[in-house]
């Protein structure tokens, strides 16, 4: 009887890829102001996405 190969390594890959899931993304802060984690660009603190990207927190 010929043993059936296992997938460990997709299994693990798909327990990783939902452990990013859960990851949430904000912020930098720097100098009283924010730092977008994407491009590095300052905001004042009332902005919600970045200007100089686009990205904004999840
Ligand atoms: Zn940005």
Redesign the pocket.
């Known amino acids: 009887m010929a043993s059936a190969p296992v997938d460990d390594e997709m299994f693990d890959e798909f327990l990783s890829q939902r452990g990013h899931e859960t990851e949430t993304v904000g912020w930098e802060e720097n100098y009283n102001k924010k730092q ?6 300052l905001h004042q603190s009332e902005a919600t996405e ?6 904004s927190p999840v």
Do not use: A, E, I, N
Request: aromatic letters at 8%.
């Open positions: 977008c984690p994407d491009c590095g660009g970045c200007s100089v990207c686009g990205w």
